[in-house]
C-alpha cells in the first residue's frame, strides 16, 4: 500500500524566510501528486498537482514544488513566507491507477511577522 | 460555481448516540469522498461513492457508513459513537471522468464532538 511521509510536523519561520517542506512516497510506479493547503478555519485547498511533463510546477500564491522520481519526492518551496502562509500543508498522492489518493499526515507552518 | 457544502458544521453527541452527516458536491461531480481528520492521524479515508454506488472503502469499522443519492449527494453515518470518533469529517467531491488524473475538491468539514 501506498504511503506518504511528510517529515517535518512543525515549521516555524519569519516572514521572508524562504519555505521548503518535504514529502516522500513509497509507490514506485506512476503516480499523481498534490499539495494542499488548510488555513486556520477554512477548508482544505489545492495549492497545486503534478500528472506528467515538467517536474517543476507552479501553484497558486507563489508557491512550487518539485517532482524528483529517482528520490519518490515532492516537495513544497516557496522562496519568501507572508504571515498569510500559516496554515497546514498536506501531500497528497495517487498511485496505481487508483481513484483515492493518500495523504501525509500534515506540516503546520507557522510564520512569524 | 457553488463548492462542497457539509452540515451540519458543528455536532456534539454522547456516547453511544449514532449520527448522519451530510455533503452536497460541486454540481457536475460525481464521485463523494469521506475522511476522518484527526490531529495524530491526519487525513483518513474513509469511503467513496460514485453513482450512489460505494467504490473505495477505507479501514474503518462497520459503525461508519454512507450512502450516495441520485442526486450525488452524500451522507455519512456514525452508529454507536465512541469517544475516540471526535474528529473533524471532511467530504470531497471530483468529476471523477480522468480516474488518477481526478483533483478532489474538499469542503469545510463537520466538527463532531464526542462527550
Known amino acids: 500500500a501506498q504511503s506518504v511521509s511528510q517529515h517535518n510536523h512543525h515549521v516555524i519561520l519569519s516572514e521572508a524566510a524562504s519555505l521548503e517542506l518535504g514529502c516522500n512516497y513509497s509507490?514506485?510506479?506512476?503516480?499523481?501528486l498534490f499539495w494542499y493547503v488548510q488555513y486556520p478555519g477554512q477548508h482544505l485547498q489545492l495549492l497545486l498537482k503534478?500528472?506528467?511533463?515538467?517536474?517543476l510546477v507552479k501553484g497558486i500564491k507563489g508557491f512550487e514544488a518539485e517532482f524528483i522520481k529517482s528520490k519518490f519526492s515532492f516537495n513544497l518551496r516557496k522562496p519568501s513566507v507572508q504571515w498569510s502562509d500559516t496554515a497546514e500543508y498536506f501531500c497528497a498522492v495517487k498511485s496505481g491507477g487508483s481513484y483515492i489518493p493518500t495523504f501525509g499526515r500534515g506540516t503546520s507552518l507557522i510564520v512569524h511577522p | 460555481k457553488a463548492g462542497v457544502t457539509q452540515t451540519p458544521r458543528y455536532l456534539i453527541k454522547t456516547r453511544g448516540q449514532q449520527v448522519t452527516l451530510s455533503c452536497s458536491p460541486i454540481s457536475g461531480h460525481r464521485s463523494v469522498s469521506w475522511y476522518q481528520q484527526t490531529p495524530g492521524q491526519g487525513l483518513q479515508f474513509l469511503f467513496e461513492y460514485f453513482s450512489e454506488t460505494q467504490r473505495n472503502k477505507g479501514n474503518f469499522p462497520g459503525r461508519f457508513s454512507g450512502r450516495q443519492f441520485s442526486n450525488s449527494r452524500s451522507e455519512m453515518n456514525v452508529s454507536t459513537l465512541e469517544l475516540g470518533d471526535s474528529a473533524l469529517y471532511l467530504c470531497?467531491?471530483?468529476?471523477?471522468?480522468?480516474?488518477?488524473?481526478?483533483?478532489?475538491?474538499f469542503g469545510p468539514g463537520t466538527r463532531l464532538t464526542v462527550l
Open positions: 509507490y514506485g510506479g506512476t503516480v499523481n
Open positions: 470531497a467531491s471530483s468529476l471523477a471522468v480522468a480516474g488518477p488524473t481526478d483533483t478532489q475538491y
Open positions: 503534478y500528472f506528467s511533463g515538467d517536474p
